[in-house]
């Protein structure tokens, strides 16, 4: 079975600019989080899905915003782009279920640089 | 505020060498706790999760222990391989409501493990 996807793999984009990270998770898998994970730092979580319905954002400003399409797939976008957003995107999704261990698995990344 | 803390940042062992990393939380009310492997520049591989009902998880060379009353887990790894040389992230799961807004997982910033042949 395929793991979780991410795409473009590399972006590079200049500041003010937008951009757009796609995401496909596991077969079967309903949720998708997005983190972000500057150098030498661990990931910080950004958003959650589950069920094509924001269930979680983290402390990113509204320049940062996502959405989950029918097929469960999902897209980060992010607006006006400053120097700081440089990093390492993750995708991670899980099975959830009320009596299931809800682990997370990751997709390789989309490594963002702005110039 | 939950807090996850990885001690030592950086560690460098000779090969064949049984090594401990630790990780600590700050809030004991977590769900479950994940360790993950990233190599450089790549995504995370999850190596054990233990659910906070559970005292530890093994894989192979891996042991995972879960302290949640003082805050601790720990990943040991036996007789290590220069393959293993990567960072070794820890990370918290504050709620178990499926879906909901506690889902995500809160980071420690990584132990750098280097075996040496």
């Known amino acids: 079975d395929a793991g979780v996807t991410q795409s473009p793999t590399h972006l590079i984009k200049t500041r003010g600019q937008h951009v757009t990270l796609r995401c496909s998770p596991i077969?079967?898998?309903?949720?998708v989080s997005w983190y972000q994970q500057v150098l030498g730092q661990g990931p910080q979580f950004i958003f959650q899905?589950?069920?094509?319905?924001?269930?979680g954002r983290g402390n990113f400003p509204d320049r940062f915003s996502a959405r989950q399409f029918p097929n469960y797939s999902s897209e980060l976008n992010v607006n006006a782009l400053l120097l700081g957003d440089s990093a390492l995107y993750l995708c991670?999704?899980?099975?959830?279920?009320?009596?299931?261990?809800?682990?997370?698995?990751f997709g390789p990344g989309t490594r963002l640089t702005v110039l | 505020k939950q807090e996850v803390t990885q001690i030592p940042a950086a560690l460098s062992v000779p090969e064949g060498e049984n090594l401990v990393l630790n990780c600590s939380f700050t809030?004991?009310?977590?769900?479950?706790l994940q360790w993950f492997r990233q190599d450089p520049g790549k995504g995370l591989t999850s190596l054990l999760l233990?659910?906070?009902?559970?005292r530890e998880q093994t894989s192979g060379r891996l042991n995972a222990s879960l302290d949640k009353s003082s805050g601790r887990s720990t990943l040991y790894i036996a007789a290590s391989q220069p393959g293993d040389s990567a960072t070794y992230l820890c990370?918290?799961?504050?709620?178990?409501?499926?879906?909901?807004?506690?889902?995500?997982?809160?980071f420690g910033k990584g132990t750098k493990l280097s075996v040496k042949p």
């Open positions: 991670a999704s899980s099975y959830l279920s009320l009596a299931g261990v809800n682990e997370q698995f």
């Open positions: 077969s079967g898998h309903k949720s």
């Open positions: 899905y589950y069920e094509k319905e924001e269930r």
């Open positions: 809030d004991s009310a977590i769900y479950n």
């Open positions: 233990i659910q906070s009902s559970q």
């Open positions: 990370a918290v799961r504050r709620g178990e409501d499926p879906g909901g807004s506690q889902g995500n997982l809160i």
